[in-house]
């Protein structure tokens, strides 16, 4: 084999058992390396703490964002807890019922044109509203009091009344 002509080593213990022994190094090798490791290491602690900070924030924000969110699906799924409209149920002549909701703003003369609709012949109305069970609520719509808008007859947004036409 050509590489069993080489020349042994000298100063490395070689082929013999002997451990091997590198040359010391000097004191002056050490700090120089050292001096110029130093801010790197401390340029890498530096990016670690930054990195740590920007991840307790991340955290923090997705925990924060979380909330944020349940709240408005629970908001949402809250229903709205007063009806802003006067439910009208009206009681025909011929027996038949029908449920109106109407705004407060608008007049008694808008009922009386709702039961006309709903009879669907030609003549004189009587209407008068009352309360729901248990209220004691009792206005004749007519002439008079056309103009008045709901609210002013005294109906309250989101309570039901009967509208008896005759």
């Known amino acids: 084999a050509p590489f069993s002509q080489l020349p042994p080593l000298t100063g490395l213990g070689g082929t013999d058992a002997s451990a091997i022994h590198l040359p010391p190094a000097s004191a002056d090798v050490n700090s120089s390396v050292q001096k110029e ?29 979380k909330e944020r969110q349940e709240l408005l699906r629970v908001a949402a799924e809250i229903p709205e807890t007063q009806d802003s409209q ?3 149920h009206f009681q025909l002549p011929n027996g038949s019922k029908v449920t109106e909701k109407m705004q407060p ?7 009386y044109q709702k039961a006309f609709q709903l009879l669907q012949e030609q ?8 309360g729901a069970e248990g209220e004691h609520f009792s206005k004749d719509v007519n002439e008079v009091n056309f103009h008045l808008s709901l609210e002013s007859l005294g109906l309250k947004p989101g309570c039901s009344y009967t509208v008896i036409v005759s």
């Not at 490791?37 to 964002?65: C, G, Y």
């Not at 703003?105 to 009922?111: A, C, G, M, P």
């Open 123 to 130: 003549r004189e109305l009587r209407i008068k509203v009352e």
């Open 105 to 111: 703003t608008q007049t008694s003369y808008e009922i």
């Open 86 to 88: 006067v439910t009208l």
């Open 37 to 65: 490791v130093e801010p790197l290491f401390q340029m890498a602690r530096k990016v670690i703490e930054d990195h740590d900070r920007w991840i307790s924030a991340a955290q923090d924000e997705e925990v924060n964002r």
